[in-house]
T-cell receptor, first 114, second 115 residues
Framework: KNQVEQSPQSLIILEGKNCTLQCNYTVSPFSNLRWYKQDTGRGPVSLTIMTFSENTKSNGRYTATLDADTKQSSLHITASQLSDSASYICVVSGNSNSGYALNFGKGTSLLVTP | KAGVTQTPRYLIKTRGQQVTLSCSPISGHRSVSWYQQTPGQGLQFLFE???????NKGNFPGRFSGRQFSNSRSEMNVSTLELGDSALYLC??????????????FGPGTRLTVT
């Protein structure tokens, strides 16, 4: 069964600090991995999409890494801001008999405090 | 360019009733996917439509159904509502089917409460 596990489940950090969120997956064969940010009461917004051949991708203060060999990804947030408080969801796409299938992690809830 | 819109934004229904939710994708997008999000389960895939054809379906009972029109707008229907159907229902649109490397854009969701 394809699975996506995220850790930690929740995290509290001080404004200005860095943090790293983890995503481990067993999806195979692998197509791509995405990180989304979801503010409370809103739909998710894409941060990065990485394919098999990419191992780092940045979007402003967000940097995602991918190790396709160990099936691990991380999302690093630099110099956190209060507006970074949100849920971060890892989504891994894999091929199935019926085509592509998206596999969702349950997310990491991040709270940035002043 | 307008984003993905969903209507209504909030809905309160009674057990046993049925409900229809609507999603208008970004102009030019042919793929629409539907998701259910609850605090305990996170995002769960319901189904995806591409060019009016359902191309993928998640593990939900037959009470959950959908369709896509020729203008790519999509509707989702839930019949015989249960308390457990209370959730945020999100739709997302993309140029190509989800799972490809094309960006998927989410709408703001419809918050359904079943009493």
């Amino acid at each position: 069964k394809n699975q996506v596990e995220q850790s930690p489940q929740s995290l509290i950090i001080l404004e200005g600090k860095n943090c790293t969120l983890q995503c481990n997956y067993t999806v195979s064969p692998f197509s791509n991995l995405r990180w989304y940010k979801q503010d409370t009461g809103r739909g998710p917004v894409s941060l990065t999409i990485m394919t098999f051949s990419e191992n780092t991708k940045s979007n402003g203060r967000y940097t995602a890494t991918l190790d396709a060999d160990t099936k691990q990804s991380s999302l690093h947030i630099t110099a956190s801001q209060l507006s970074d408080s949100a849920s971060y969801i890892c989504v891994v796409s894999g091929n199935s008999n019926s085509g592509y299938a998206l596999n969702f992690g349950k997310g990491t809830s991040l709270l940035v405090t002043p | 360019k307008a984003g993905v819109t969903q209507t209504p934004r909030y809905l309160i229904k009674t057990r046993g009733q049925q409900v229809t939710l609507s999603c208008s994708p970004i102009s030019g997008h042919r793929s629409v996917s539907w998701y259910q999000q609850t605090p305990g389960q996170g995002l769960q895939f319901l189904f995806e439509y591409f060019s009016e054809t359902q191309r993928n379906k998640g593990n939900f009972p037959g009470r959950f159904s959908g369709r896509q029109f020729s203008n790519s707008r999509s509707e989702m229907n839930v019949s015989t509502l249960e308390l457990g159907d209370s959730a945020l229902y999100l739709c997302a649109s993309s140029l190509e089917p989800s799972g490809s490397s094309y960006e998927q854009y989410f709408g703001p969701g419809t918050r359904l409460t079943v009493t």
